[in-house]
Structure formats: structure tokens, C-alpha cells
């Protein structure tokens, strides 16, 4: 009888919610009334067809298998030993960088104007906000993924609702305590997967750049023995502040932040972006942990602080990450407890595991190593890596890797730093060249400690190819040991182009 | 048809009678009798309330009378329009009519009120099934059926038994439907001579006494005593199940999208009264189960040979007794082939208990007794178990009979052929029929025929066919396991089954439905990992016991098989049988004082190989290059069955790493080059016929030992040779030697010096001018420890262990628990190349500018009081001449292997010397145009050759322990470095003053 009443319940609340709507409605909304704000940026989505799928609250499917109790709500975790639940809900959500209207009136184009999405588009062009090496047409058909309007717009749409300090996370990066939170140190930079063409969107944040930005490339500190800092920054290269003092929250499903600049993916940022190092959380690459509240949560409950994936065939939860039946997920949100991951928080995959990521698009095409954070222990396993663009058919890369085995008993000749330059630069290169990376000086334990200084961690190599923006590439992870104890830690990975790993110029950081 | 239950039975017939409501009523008794009658037969009713009785009078005088109380319900229909009447409706049933209506009982069941469904075809598609059995081949039983009057009584029973099921076919999750033959249509009698056999003597042959051979006069053999399942197809039901209609349409190409047991249904669920009609293009046969399925296509009888090991005769109460009704003038008995399994008829039956390996030791018989009947060897005919029965008509898993069955994939006999005599198998066949290597080896011959063939296959344990069969090829779900799911199948040590699902969807020869699934007959064998990659040879070996323990046993801490079954990878194994690993020429004992030859050997155990030592005459306990024991064994070692089991796993940690060649991409063993980087980073030398393929290998020792001009017979001192090849592998190549590979003992500082070291000692012929005696003047730094603190490069105010770290940058060559000093600008197991100019070329760097450690030690003991320089600039002054002459020493290693081969090739390196401008290690660029020519150009676009002087391989060790002049005991590699050093006719990233 209960599950029933909560059956009703659910679905009264659904039918409330959808007669509330979502960011569709809302923009829609905007458009009748011709509120001033956003109104123009409003009319480009609606007119490309995004308000429909901009609209949807929330997966009822998986609501109600959940309650059906189709998908396990706890699990044990035998590392932890502790209880791991599965999310209540799949919801989801979207953030949107919205240029104002008085900036578009600053251009002459006005919001109100029945030519608007004509004049936009000329507008883009005319300043190149664009990316000249990728394609688009110009043909009036806004809703195409491939239309000029459509690309730009969806630039500023992430599927992730980021609230103003979710937008980046400062939890242990170097130098920082949480215990302190307002004094920020070195940068924090998240790279997100916008909606439309895969493209990358940077979000910043530094001690020096007094607030977040979009798609900032500043000039670090960063030599061996650097401070890690922001030390300056060219004017064309600040980026986008973000308003997070003016943000609108009026829907359920969606956050807005005001830019004042305009934003595009642009050839500039394209370029930029492929100078850089690119380090992604791997939780920050799943909306899901972003829309129902997992990712960093700061509340300490055994529900936030261990929560359970189901495997893909019980449901799908996360679009871009399948994970075999044989095997339990489990996200350690770690919140306080001073591991030494990127954002302290990690993902284990426990069983006879069997993983495929869909990875982030690359900026631009050239060769790009691929790198995947490991903290050695026992209870890893031998794991083949595959990578390729067919999801069925993904090539090994390499033989198996043996991730029990820490940088140190690999034998790749790692030492300690010793503050001597070229005496620590020839035990990175010699580790570059087995194949392993220490680990980066900029995630620490609790702020001090860097990961850089232990040998349990290391950057495996995985792959070095070419790689091409207008691909989707996967990398899937398989236990090839018959054990059911053995898990896969997943913390960050990282792109990081030939312009970078192998420059003529400078080494790679340490950062 | 309609059914009522009785409220008042008089009364309720009056008015069905009264108004012809049906032409036909049965009045349905609890005690399961159920009579009819013809409306239009009643004359009148009569009934007696007191008694509850009521009397139904014919017209023809007869009378029934029931009982209210006793009566069920009343059920009545009209016959026109029953299955039968339809079909008499219909022109063209004439065969399934006569079919029916030969059986009185059938008849009235196709017009009765029993819920049926009935597949039937027409006369031209019976005429069509007579014509296609002519084409059958011999084995089939329905090959003697090409006319209706050719039919036996049996075959017409099967074929009606099977045409009709009880009930409705249509839910969304069947696919099968029980149908109502059981057994006794596919009773065949098998001759003494085609009882199935095997040649194993060392198993039971649980056929014996049926065979010819011992007087035997064969068998009366059903397949099975159970139900019979008729499948029934459609888009929409397979929907449920996630079966696409492409997976149908590679099934059945060619055929309608609905069918029954393979036949299309041409037209469905033709309406009845009681029931519906399925119009199929063809009559219904019972199918065969796998089993039978696999033995009579034709197409896969060594599969089917192989099964039969597996299988054993049953007697069959039930029905031998059925049997015998039926025909009473049959006096033999009847039995039904069943295979060991993990899962069958007794099992799911209920006749077994507690474990479900064992078959049961009787058969039920009628009513619930048992027959006891014992056809087993012993217990461990549980160890042959299959996966699950294929025999076994009611198969069934996890979900209901009727909502799944199961599927095999079997090898065609051409298939395994091949297996067999050419790839992989042939490592079953060598080891267990002529058990090579053994006391009991025979010659082998490839096979000529089936018989020979069986004969060698035979030998494999049925415990290893067991593991190749159960593990892979056969599925416990058809659903789970179609076309599109190949992909996603994976046996049970989570290797996919295929590697690539669309290359073995074009290796599909055929499919065969069976009664309990379906047989995927292909091109191509799925074998565990462990009998096709390049494991097999060691894996299934009675000869390589040694390697396969250091390959899977836990006690190696390594999982090395992971490395080696790793799927679509190009992997060349070499693999040193057990008799070859007596050659073990321990590399790390030749300048200690025994050095010596290990001999490793199986024991089995709990810690398997165990070693035993012989004396081994190297340069170091000879009298020189003339003596005649130089590279030969001696005797045993005396008092030296001391070890550690960390020696053992240490030494064949190192074979297994340096046996191992990963064609990446970057090296390819079928190029033409010799040389090829192992997994451990060392190399090996292959040797080559004149048609290129591989008849030997060497090790850095093989190689050395070449050098030095060591020349005798002695298996592996200067060559291991290949004594088998297996090339066409899943994975890769392996090539079993006879003799193991060996990594040179030879360090670099061993090469540069002529053993310097040796020469400390006393012993002659050592030390003096090489052709690097002047680049090694170069690098004595850790001579002039003194002058590099002194100069202000190191603090020396340092507590000891910073210092010696500190110092380690300028010192090519420091004391590590080494043979002699070893590299030590790298820390890793990390190959490098040295590019060591000649002396000539070094002589005229220094006439240009370069200092030497020499003059450094002059200018600063000329420029010091004491050991204390007199200036800061005499400081900078020194300071600077070290850093420029390490840099420079620096600028001749890289990274990397750059070997002199034949196939050319240009890369880049990054060298070891620093710059301090841009904070980085410059490139050298070595190119090569093949036939072993080669230069090097380094960053200033200087350029040089290599002399003739190339590809000499050194290694340089750190143990646990100082291996130099001690006892061998206890005396592990901790770490080595490989390198490659060749001889320049320059320098290197100098440019003069």
C-alpha cells in the first residue's frame, strides 16, 4: 500500500512539476511576456529547438524502477564497509551563459527585433565568433547541429546546472584548506562538454583572477620551483567573467549567468585550448553527478559520501559511462577526509569490471597523449585499456597494465625531488619514457602534502595518437583477472597535446 | 466453444437442445470422463431432482445418465468449424486429413473441445517434404520418408505428435511450445559398429558391451524420454527478447519472418473453434536435439566424436514399456544417450540431490520407481562434466522451458581439422598422443583421415576437452547469445568470445535449429585463450611444466598469463621446454666465485621447480680465450643446494620478461630485422633460414659469447635453437627452444675498461687500451669527487646521503651491488643506446677545447691551496669545464635502444645531456638506411657514423646483494638496465671551443 501512495505521490508531484516546466518553458515564457534580460538569447534557443529537451525535469523511468525496487538502493561496499546508495532521482539540468540584452543593444541588435536571428548570425560572422577550422552551414535550418546559430548558441548551454560554487571546486587544491574556504591559492579550472557539437567550455578560478571566467589562459608560475600562482594574464586572453552575483534560478532545472562579454568557440579559444594541458575530473564529465547533487557534496551522511552506481544493464545512469553487470560502482565523495585525489573525491569499480568512458572532445586535431591518474594498491587489478571510436569495436591499447604496482616497484626509475632542476627533470623524462608520470604537484592532501611527492602515484601513459575534433573517442577499461575483489580507481584523466608533452621550447610542468 | 458451469444441468440442457445453441455438447465428469453427443442425435431428457440424476435418451434407443453432483461442467461447440472441420473446409489438406484421421483418437481431438493449436501443411508442401528427404544424408532417419506410404507408423506418430500443441502459442515471452512427442519418434537402432567409441584405454568406455568388437549387437537408443518443444517464432515475441530480425534473418535467410521449427508460417492463428490453425509450408518434424543435430548435418563429425566421449547409454523403463504396447512383438530394451553435465533431465528432475555433477545411478521408471543402473567408472566422471546436456529435449536453465533454450557454437569438421593438424591443437596432439619430449615419445604423423584423426584427439584428457568445450562453446541461453550479442559474449574467464563479432559472423557456416536450441556451425574455433594464444604450447604440455607454473601459479606473484593471453595483440613467445631450462647460464654469477650453470626442474608441490647448479666455465675462471673449457659445463656444484625460492622466482621472472617480444607497431618480427626489443627491455637476436623463417635466438649471453669468439656445442652458450614453431597462434607465434634465452653478464663499464676490475685482481689479459679507453677517461668522474665539491657543484657540507645524491649527477659509473659499476645516469630498468666516439675522435674533441678530467685536476690543484680553490672565478672556471665535459659525456646516451638492423628506419632519441636554457633534453636523430648502416646527428646538425663497431648489447645489475667473488646464495636481480653501444666516428654536441 505504501509503494502505491508513493507511486501517487510521485507522480502528483511529476504532474505539478511539469505544469511548473522546465527551462524550456521558462525561456518560452520570457519570449511571450518580452521580458527584458535575456530575451534575446531566449528567442535564438527557442528558435533552434532546444526548449523541448530543455524542458525535461527529471528521468521517471528510473523513478520509478527505484521505487518499484528494480535497482538496488543500497549496496555494501566491502572497502569502505560501508552502505553505498543508489541516487533517488536522475534529474536534469542546464547551465547557461546568456550575453544581456543591453550587450546585444550595445552591438545595435535588438532582442525585440523579428530579424534577430538574421542579424545575429551576420553579427557572428562579422566578428568571427566562430571556429573557422570546423564546419557549419548558414541555411536557416537552426535546429541542425551543424547550423552557424545553433553552434553558437549551444556554446553557452552546459547539461550541467552549476550553482555559483559548483561552478569550479576548490577543495585541495595546493596551498587551500577547506577549513578556510574564502582564501583561494592556486587556479581550479573544470573543462565541460557543452550541448550541441561537443565542444569544450573552461571555467577558471584563481587567487588572482578575482572571480570565475570562461575560457581564461592566463601565464602561471609554474616552473619547478614556481608557486603554482596566476602571475599575470594578456588582455585577449582574461576570458569571461562570470556573474555570480546576478544569476537567475527561477526554474527548477536550470541556472543563468549573465555574461557581459561575448562568448563563442572561437579559433582564439580553440588554439588556447590546445596548447593547454587538459585535466578533467572524471566525475565532471558525467551531468548526472552535477544534477542530482553527488559531486562534491558537502554533506557527510554515509547517502552523500557513498553513493552507488548501478551497472548499465540494471539501468543506464550515466550517459556516458557503461559498467558491467559483474561489477558495483561506488563514488567516494570524500568530502573532508583528506584523500589525495583531484577534488579529493574518487570512483572505484569494484568486481570482474568492464568500463567504457566516452572521453571529451579534443580542441583540435593533432597528436595527443592520454593520460589516467592511478593510485597503486593491492586491491587493483590487471586491466586492459582499449581506445578507438567505435564503442563495439575499441582497440587494445598496449599490452594489460599491472596497476597494483606503484611508480616505485615499476622500476621506471622514479626518485624523490631533489631541487635540483636537471636532476629531477631527467627522472621525469626517464619516467615519460616507461611509459608513467608522477603524479601532479597541484592536487594535494589537504592542501600540503602534493601527490607529486608520493610513488603510490603516477600518470600512466595510455595512449599517444592523433586525434581529431570530430570524433567521439572511448577508452574502456576490462579486468582480465578472474576476481571479483579488484577494483578500477578513477580519479582524473588528461589530454595533453604534442605541443605540451614534447615542446622545443619548454618542459611539460610539474603542475 | 463454451463451457458453463452446472446450476441446473436438466434445465440447462432442455434449452441448449431446445435451441440448437450447439450441435455438439460434452458433459465434462469430475472423474475425467467426458462424453458428447450430437444435438440432433437427443430425443428427450428425463430427470430426478431426489436423486440429482439426469438421463439423456437417444434417438438411437441408448441412454446416459449423470449425476449433477458428479458433473464438472458442460462444454458444446459446432464441429464445422473445429481444426477439423476448417481444415475439411479448405481444399488441399488431404495428407494432414489422412494423417489424423488414421488415429480415431486424434480425429476426435481435432473436432473435440480440448484448446489445441495445430501447425498443417498442405499436400503441395507435403509433396515438397518427400522430395527434400531423398536429399537427406545418411544419417538422418527421415530420409527413408519420401511418400506418404513410405511413412512408417513411427514417423507418422512424430509427425502428428508434433503438428499439435495444447493450448495457445501466442504469449509474448514463449518461443517454445511443448508438443506432444516424447521420445520414441527418434528411436533409431545403432549397429554394433556405429555404437559411438573412443580410443582413450585409460577411460571407461561406457558403450563396450553394445559394441562389435566385444560381441556387442548394438543398441535401441532414443535421445531422450522427455517432452519435445516445437519453437514458434515471431518478430514480435523475439522483440521481447531482444532478438532483431537481422538476428532471424541470419538464422533462417531466406524465410518468413514467423515460423515453427525452422518452418515458415505462412499464414497464423487461422481461426477455430477449438483453437487455431498455423498454415506452414512444410510439416512439422520433431527436431533433433543439439546432440543429434551435431551428428547428422554432415558438416561436424569430430565435434560430434569428441561429445561422445562425454556421453553414456541410460536404459529407459518408460519407454522401453511404451514402446512395447505399442509394438508387442518388441523384446529388446530401449535406452536414451545421456552426456555428463552440470545441468540435465536429472538434475532439473529432481532425481538428484545435494551437488549436480553426478548423473543418476538408475532411470526413472513408470509411476515413480526406479531402475538401478550403474554405467559409471568411478567418481570422477563428475570431472568430464559438460555445461549442460545437449541431448536433454527439455532443456532448461534459469527461466521456464518455453521462454528459452540454449545455443552451441560448433567448429565444422574443416575447422577443427585445421585445429588440429596446423595451428594451435597441435600442441594438444604432440604432447598427449605422441608425448613429446618424454621417455614414451612416438613419431608423430599428421593424419590422413577421420579414424587416425579420432585416434591422436583421443589421448587429450577429456578433462581438457571438458574445459575447451564447457568453457566456450556451448551457451546456456539461445536469446542471450543471437548475432547481435556476439559482441557482448564472453566465457567464463571473461575473455570475449570473439574478438571481433563481425569477422566471426563471416565465419558462420550454418545454422541448425534444434528441439532444445540452436547449433551455430562455424568456420572457426572458440577456444579458451589458454589453448590458442600463444600459451597454448606451455599451457597443454607435459613438457613445459616449468614454464606454464612461472606463467599461472599464484606463488610467482605475477599473473603473467594476462600479459600473454592478451587478445589482439601479436606476441612472440619463446618458450624453453623443461629439458632446455637445464641451460640456464646464471648471468649474475660470472664474477662471483662459482659461476654457474642453473638447471631448473618440475617437482610439483606447492612451490613446483626447484634448481639444482653445475659449474660453468666463463672469462672469469679460465685461463683466457684459448682455454678449452672456456663456455662448457662442469660438475655439479658442490654444497650448493642452498637457495631461496626468491631465486627461483627471481631468475624466471627475468626468462619469462626476456622470452617475451610485443610486436607493437614499433618492431615486427616478420620484418626483416634481427634484433627486437623484449617485454623485460632487453633484446634478443633471432636467426633466420634462407626462406626468413626463424630456426633460432639468442640472448645478450648467446651473443656475447659469440663476440668473444666462444665456439662449442654446448645448447645454449651461443645459440638457442628452435625445436618447434607455432605460428598460427590467436595471438601471436611461439617458438619452443632448446635451450633458454640468457641476458649478457657483460656491464658497460665491463666493455669500456676490458674488465679494469678483472685486472685489479691480478688476473691478466684485462684492463688496457680499448677501442673506448678514451670516452671512458671521460667519465670517471667518481674519481674526482674532491675537485667537483671543491668547485662549488656540491655542497659539501651535506649530510653523506644528500651528498652522494648530489654527486650522482656527474658519476657515469657507481658501485651497486653490480658485477662491476654500473650506468648510472639512469635509475630505471630504462635500455639506453651509448654512442662512444673512438679514440681518435675523443683525442681530437680535446685538441679542440675539451677538457678532460685530467686537466681539470691540473687547473684546479694548480689554482688551490690545499684542496681549497684560491678564487670564486677559478671556482666558476672549474665549474664550468665539469659541467661542459659531464654534458658532453651526457650527449652519447639516450634514451631508447637505436639498434643497427635491416630495415631502415629514422627516429628521434632524447639524449641525456641538459640544456639549461630551455630546460630540456635535446634530440639526437639516428637514421638508418638499413643493412646495418647508421648515423647519428645530433642538435647542432652534426653528424657521424657508426664504425663496424655496432650492436654490441650490455646489461648492467643491481642485487640484493654484491654477486662479485661471494657464494651464489640468496643473490637476487633487483634491477637491471639494458643498453646497446656502438662505436662513432665523431662526437656529439660539441662544437669546439
Given at each position: 500500500m505504501k509503494k502505491i501512495y508513493i507511486l501517487i505521490l510521485c507522480s502528483v508531484m511529476a504532474a505539478t512539476l511539469h505544469a511548473q516546466g522546465g527551462f524550456g518553458t521558462y525561456l518560452r515564457d520570457i519570449i511571450e511576456k518580452q521580458e527584458k534580460g535575456i530575451l534575446g538569447m531566449a528567442r535564438v534557443i527557442e528558435a533552434c529547438g532546444l526548449c523541448d529537451s530543455l524542458d525535461i525535469l527529471m528521468d521517471y523511468e528510473y523513478e520509478n524502477r527505484y521505487l518499484r525496487g528494480l535497482i538496488p538502493t543500497t549496496i555494501q561496499d566491502n572497502i569502505m564497509y560501508r552502505s553505498a546508495y543508489a541516487p533517488e532521482h536522475r534529474r536534469y539540468g542546464y547551465t547557461l551563459f546568456a550575453e544581456t540584452d543591453d550587450f546585444w543593444l550595445s552591438q545595435g541588435i535588438d532582442p525585440n527585433d523579428p530579424e534577430l536571428l538574421g542579424k545575429l548570425t551576420l553579427w557572428i560572422l562579422d566578428n568571427f565568433q566562430y571556429n573557422g577550422f570546423g564546419y557549419f552551414t548558414n541555411d536557416g535550418n537552426y535546429e541542425s547541429e551543424d547550423n552557424l546559430l545553433n553552434q553558437w548558441v549551444t556554446y553557452h548551454l552546459l547539461p550541467h546546472r552549476l550553482v555559483p560554487d559548483k561552478l569550479v571546486n576548490h577543495v585541495n587544491e595546493y596551498g587551500y584548506s577547506i577549513s578556510n574556504p574564502n582564501r583561494l591559492t592556486i587556479p581550479v579550472t573544470e573543462y565541460y562538454v557543452t550541448m550541441g557539437k561537443r565542444r569544450l567550455l573552461k571555467l577558471y578560478e584563481s587567487a588572482e583572477s578575482d572571480g570565475v571566467y570562461i575560457n581564461r589562459f592566463p601565464h602561471l608560475d609554474d616552473g619547478r620551483q614556481g608557486s603554482g600562482h596566476e602571475i599575470a594574464c594578456d588582455p585577449d586572453k582574461e576570458g569571461i567573467r562570470v556573474d555570480r552575483e546576478n544569476y537567475i534560478m527561477d526554474c527548477p532545472n536550470a541556472i543563468v549567468y549573465p555574461i557581459s562579454q561575448p562568448l563563442a568557440y572561437t579559433d582564439f579559444v580553440a588554439d588556447n585550448l590546445h596548447r593547454t594541458r587538459l585535466r578533467f575530473d572524471i566525475t565532471g564529465l558525467f551531468p548526472e553527478f552535477s544534477n542530482n547533487d553527488i559531486r562534491c557534496s558537502k554533506i557527510t551522511d554515509d547517502r552523500h559520501q557513498y553513493v552507488y552506481i548501478p551497472s548499465t544493464n540494471t539501468y543506464p545512469y550515466l550517459d556516458d559511462l557503461t559498467v558491467s553487470n559483474d561489477a558495483n560502482m561506488i563514488y567516494y565523495n570524500a568530502w573532508n577526509m583528506g584523500w589525495c585525489n583531484l577534488n579529493g573525491d574518487e570512483v572505484g569499480v569494484t568486481g570482474r569490471y568492464d568500463v567504457t568512458l566516452r572521453l571529451p572532445p579534443v580542441p583540435r586535431e593533432g597528436i595527443y597523449e592520454i593520460r589516467y591518474k592511478m593510485l597503486a594498491a593491492t586491491s587493483r587489478s590487471i586491466t586492459q585499456v582499449y581506445f578507438g571510436t567505435d564503442k563495439e569495436k575499441l582497440s587494445p591499447a598496449g599490452m594489460p597494465i599491472d596497476f597494483t604496482r606503484n611508480i616505485n616497484n615499476m622500476q621506471a626509475g622514479w626518485q624523490a625531488d631533489t631541487g635540483d632542476n636537471d636532476a629531477d627533470q631527467l627522472v621525469d623524462t626517464e619516467l615519460r619514457f616507461n611509459g608513467v608520470m608522477k603524479g601532479a604537484q597541484s592536487i594535494t592532501q589537504n592542501g600540503t602534502q602534493s601527490e607529486r611527492a608520493g610513488n603510490q602515484n603516477s600518470r600512466y601513459i595510455l595512449v599517444r595518437q592523433r586525434m581529431s575534433p570530430d570524433e567521439t573517442y572511448y577508452l574502456r577499461f576490462k579486468n582480465v583477472l578472474d576476481s571479483y575483489n579488484k577494483s578500477l580507481y578513477m580519479d582524473y584523466l588528461e589530454f595533453c597535446p604534442e605541443s605540451v608533452y614534447d615542446s622545443r621550447e619548454k618542459p611539460e610542468d610539474i603542475w | 466453444m463454451k463451457h458453463t458451469k452446472i446450476l441446473a444441468l436438466a434445465t440447462l440442457l432442455i434449452g441448449m437442445v431446445a435451441e440448437g445453441q450447439a450441435q455438439v455438447f460434452q458433459i465434462i465428469q469430475k472423474d475425467g470422463r467426458a462424453p458428447k453427443f450430437q444435438a440432433a442425435a437427443v430425443d428427450s431428457l428425463s430427470h430426478n431432482n431426489a436423486e440429482g440424476l439426469t438421463t439423456i435418451h437417444l434417438k438411437d434407443g441408448k441412454k446416459e445418465t449423470f449425476q449433477k453432483a458428479a458433473t464438472d461442467s458442460i462444454v458444446w461447440y459446432d464441429p464445422t468449424n473445429s481444426i477439423l472441420g476448417t481444415l475439411r473446409q479448405n481444399a488441399g489438406y488431404t495428407l494432414f486429413l489422412r494423417l489424423v484421421q488414421e488415429s480415431e483418437w486424434w480425429t476426435d481431438m481435432l473436432n473435440g473441445a480440448t484448446d489445441l493449436t495445430v501447425f498443417a501443411a498442405d499436400d503441395n508442401a507435403w509433396q515438397r517434404f518427400f522430395a527434400e528427404n531423398a536429399k537427406l544424408p545418411s544419417p538422418n532417419p527421415w530420409r527413408t520418408a519420401t511418400s506418404y506410404e513410405a511413412l512408417t507408423a513411427d514417423q507418422k506418430r512424430a509427425l502428428l505428435y508434433t503438428a499439435i500443441t495444447a493450448g495457445s502459442i501466442n504469449r509474448a515471452d514463449l518461443i517454445r511450445t511443448k508438443s506432444l512427442a516424447a521420445g520414441l519418434e527418434a528411436l533409431e537402432h545403432l549397429s554394433g559398429s556405429e555404437v559411438p567409441m573412443h580410443y582413450n584405454p585409460a577411460e571407461k568406455w561406457y558403450w563396450e558391451r553394445f559394441h562389435e568388437a566385444n560381441g556387442g549387437k548394438g543398441i535401441w537408443l532414443a535421445s531422450d524420454s522427455s517432452f519435445r518443444y516445437t519453437s514458434f517464432f515471431t518478430p514480435e515475441k523475439l522483440k521481447t527478447f531482444n532478438v532483431t530480425e537481422t538476428d532471424l534473418s541470419i538464422i533462417f535467410p531466406a524465410k518468413a519472418p514467423q515460423m515453427a521449427n525452422g518452418v515458415d508460417i505462412l499464414q497464423q492463428d487461422i481461426p477455430a473453434t477449438n483453437g487455431t490453425i498455423q498454415d506452414v509450408a512444410s510439416p512439422l518434424v520433431p527436431l533433433q536435439s543439439m546432440a543429434d543435430v551435431i551428428r547428422t548435418n554432415g558438416k561436424t563429425n569430430i565435434f560430434s566424436h569428441i561429445l561422445d566421449r562425454f556421453s553414456a547409454p541410460f536404459y529407459s523403463p518408460v519407454l522401453t514399456e511404451s514402446y512395447k504396447k505399442i509394438h508387442p512383438e518388441f523384446t529388446d530394451s530401449i535406452f536414451t544417450k545421456r552426456y555428463f553435465s552440470y545441468n540435465n533431465y536429472s538434475l532439473k528432475g529432481g532425481y538428484l540431490g545435494g551437488n549436480s555433477w553426478n548423473v543418476p545411478l538408475f532411470e526413472p521408471g513408470p509411476w515413480g520407481t526406479y531402475q538401478s543402473y550403474n554405467p559409471y567408472k568411478d567418481n570422477s566422471d563428475y570431472a568430464r562434466g559438460l555445461r549442460f546436456d545437449p541431448g536433454w529435449a527439455g532443456y532448461y536453465y534459469e527461466v521456464a522451458p518455453e521462454k528459452d533454450m540454449a545455443a552451441m557454437f560448433v567448429p565444422s569438421d574443416e575447422a577443427l581439422w585445421h585445429y588440429f593438424t596446423k595451428g594451435a591443437g597441435q600442441a594438444l596432439i604432440l604432447t598427449y598422443y605422441a608425448n613429446i619430449g618424454t621417455a614414451d615419445e612416438i613419431p608423430y604423423t599428421a593424419p590422413t583421415n577421420y579414424d587416425e584423426l579420432y585416434r591422436q584427439i583421443d589421448c587429450i584428457p577429456v578433462s581438457t576437452m571438458a574445459s575447451i568445450l564447457v568453457n566456450?562453446?556451448?551457451?546456456?541461453s539461445f536469446t542471450g547469445s543471437v548475432p547481435s550479442k556476439w559482441g557482448k559474449l564472453f566465457d567464463d574467464a571473461m575473455e570475449p568470445l570473439f574478438d571481433d563479432a563481425d569477422e566471426a559472423l563471416g565465419q558462420l557456416d550454418t545454422c541448425l535449429l534444434a528441439n532444445n536450441g540452436m547449433v551455430y556451425v562455424m568456420n572457426h574455433i572458440n577456444m579458451p585463450a589458454d589453448f590458442r594464444s600463444v600459451t597454448a604450447p606451455a599451457f597443454a604440455s607435459k613438457t613445459n611444466l616449468i614454464m606454464k607454473s612461472a606463467i599461472y601459479d599464484d606463488y610467482m606473484g605475477l599473473n603473467y598469463y594476462t600479459y600473454l593471453k592478451a587478445p589482439q595483440q601479436d606476441i612472440t613467445f619463446f618458450l624453453p621446454s623443461d629439458s632446455a631450462l637445464f641451460y640456464y647460464y646464471d648471468p649474475i654469477s660470472m664474477k662471483s666465485r662459482t659461476p654457474r650453470a642453473i638447471e631448473f626442474y618440475f617437482a610439483g608441490g606447492s612451490f613446483p621447480v626447484k634448481l639444482r647448479f653445475r659449474n660453468y666455465y666463463c672469462p672469469y675462471n679460465t685461463s683466457g680465450p684459448d682455454d678449452p673449457d672456456l663456455g662448457t659445463i662442469g660438475n655439479v656444484v658442490p654444497g650448493a643446494n642452498v637457495y631461496t625460492n626468491d631465486e627461483v622466482t627471481d631468475r624466471l621472472k627475468d626468462i619469462l620478461y626476456n622470452h617475451t617480444i610485443v610486436n607493437d607497431g614499433t618492431q615486427d618480427i616478420h620484418s626483416r630485422n634481427e634484433y627486437f626489443r623484449t617485454f623485460g627491455g632487453d633484446v634478443v637476436k633471432v636467426v633466420r633460414d634462407a626462406s626468413g623463417r626463424i630456426i633460432g635466438a639468442k640472448g645478450g649471453f648467446q651473443m656475447e659469447n659469440e663476440r668473444l669468439g666462444i665456439a662449442n656445442d654446448t645448447p645454449g652458450v651461443t645459440e638457442c635453437k628452435v625445436i618447434r614453431s607455432y605460428e598460427s597462434l590467436s595471438n601471436g607465434q611461439t617458438y619452443a627452444l632448446a635451450a633458454p634465452l640468457v641476458p649478457t653478464w657483460r656491464s658497460l663499464y665491463s666493455l669500456m675498461t676490458n674488465d679494469q676490475d678483472q685486472a685489479w685482481y691480478g688476473?691478466?689479459?684485462?684492463?688496457?687500451?680499448?677501442?673506448y679507453s678514451e670516452f671512458y677517461k671521460l667519465c670517471t668522474a667518481d674519481e674526482y669527487e674532491t675537485e667537483i665539491i671543491g668547485c662549488g657543484l656540491v655542497d659539501g657540507s651535506l649530510p653523506r646521503t644528500q651528498r652522494e645524491s648530489a654527486l650522482k649527477k656527474y658519476k657515469i659509473f657507481t658501485s651497486d651491488k653490480g658485477l662491476d659499476y654500473n650506468f648510472s645516469l639512469l635509475s630505471g630498468n630504462t635500455p639506453y643506446t651509448a654512442f662512444i666516439p673512438t679514440n681518435e675522435a675523443v683525442r681530437k674533441a680535446t685538441s679542440q677545447g675539451l677538457p678532460t678530467w685530467d686537466d681539470i685536476y691540473k687547473d684546479y690543484h694548480s689554482h688551490a691551496s690545499g684542496d681549497q680553490l684560491n678564487s670564486y672565478e677559478d671556482s666558476i672556471r672549474i665549474a664550468e669545464k665539469i659541467m661542459m665535459l659531464t654534458n658532453f659525456v651526457k650527449a652519447h646516451f639516450c634514451f631508447g635502444m637505436a639498434i643497427a638492423d635491416q630495415e631502415p628506419f629514422r627516429r628521434e632519441y632524447t639524449s641525456l645531456a641538459y640544456d639549461r636554457n630551455y630546460e630540456l633534453f635535446p634530440k639526437l636523430i639516428v637514421d638508418s638506411k638499413g643493412g646495418q648502416e647508421m648515423t647519428v646527428t645530433d642538435w647542432n646538425g652534426n653528424t657521424v657514423n657508426v664504425t663496424a663497431s655496432k650492436n654490441v648489447f650490455v646489461r648492467d645489475y643491481t642485487c640484493n646483494s654484491s654477486p662479485i667473488s661471494v657464494a651464489m646464495k640468496g643473490i637476487q636481480m633487483n634491477a637491471h638496465r639494458s643498453g646497446v653501444v656502438h662505436l662513432i666516428d665523431g662526437v656529439l654536441g660539441f662544437t669546439g671551443n
Open positions: - | 566456450n562453446n556451448m551457451m546456456r688476473k691478466e689479459g684485462y684492463g688496457g687500451e680499448t677501442p
